[in-house]
């Protein structure tokens, strides 16, 4: 199965909404694409037609695929009801409740064959699977036994592309600093570098992205402006933003279906113009056949 894996610098920089338009992207080029993330944290959950319960965000991904939800597009879902505990609901049903500790030491093994089993269950109607991360890939006091970032993307076998949100300031820090923790064989993995949610003339950050491309080598994929009033859950449930209540799997703003497709189609637009898609597109070619 074909695919890409967006990581970010940070929460909260706009994986989910990426993920989301090229999910589009790719679906009105005619690709079976599917959404993915491993593991999702959210109390604003989403019932598939068969009854199992999964991440809201992965629901809205499929939807902009043009796809019915399932349970393999986000096998593991926690949610959290307290500081320090959290409901696990495995392959869509009620596990069991853990601490971030005992979750940790307990569920690692199961994790990792969970998402195996989800990915060749895709990978039996999709060519494409669009994989999301989670928080940041370079945790080093966690990476040991993370089952969301690099070790998704070697499950799958997929090139990465790192996002970074310049809005909240810090970006060429983020950027390196993340870069420089990779080990060598996950610095490989990373295909290019998107910068998010930028505000301003895109024409005063071609020094930084020169600069950038430098000092990493990584190629910058793309200078995505602020998109105002298209929101999608992140996997930082418990910040203020994520705890809005929404009575559906709706994108924010949308009142109906209609509505709901033309964000779909707008934020594909938004992305279409201001990403290299065809450098995308040719980055997952190139490492399919690579790796076949």
Request: hydrophobic share 40%; charged share 30%; aromatic share 6%.
């Amino acid at each position: 199965m074909k695919g890409i894996m967006l990581q970010g610098t940070a929460s909260d920089v706009g994986k989910s909404v990426l993920a989301t338009g090229i999910c589009r992207l790719l679906a009105r080029k005619g690709k079976k694409v599917a959404p993915f993330k491993s593991q999702n944290m959210s109390n604003n959950s989403y019932i598939t037609k068969d009854g199992k319960e999964i991440g809201r965000a992965q629901a809205i991904q499929a939807e902009a695929a043009k796809t019915d939800a399932t349970v393999y597009m986000n096998p593991i879902l926690l949610k959290p009801k307290s500081d320090s505990i959290s409901e696990v609901v495995h392959l869509g049903k009620h596990y069991e409740r853990f601490s971030g500790r005992a979750y940790r030491e307990q569920f690692f093994e199961l994790g990792i064959e969970t998402i195996k089993k989800s990915l060749a269950e895709l990978s039996k109607d999709y060519e494409y699977v669009v994989i999301e991360g989670a928080g940041s890939p370079v945790e080093i006091n966690l990476n040991d036994r993370e089952i969301v970032n690099m070790k998704v993307a070697e499950l799958a076998d997929v090139p990465v592309f790192l996002i970074a949100d310049i809005d909240r300031g810090g970006v060429f820090a983020s950027v390196v600093g993340t870069l420089s923790l990779l080990t060598e064989a996950e610095l490989a993995r990373i295909k290019g570098v998107i910068i998010n949610k930028f505000r301003g003339d895109l024409e005063l950050f071609t020094d930084g992205v020169r600069w950038l491309e430098e000092k990493t080598g990584k190629k910058i994929v793309g200078v995505v402006p602020y998109l105002h009033d298209v929101y999608i859950e992140s996997e930082d449930s418990l910040s203020e933003q994520t705890l809005k209540k929404q009575t559906n799997h709706q994108l924010q703003g949308a009142t109906s279906d209609i509505d709901q497709e033309i964000m779909f189609e707008r934020l594909a637009d938004h992305l279409e113009a201001h990403l290299d898609v065809d450098y995308v597109e040719d980055v997952i070619e190139g490492w399919t056949k690579r790796h076949a």
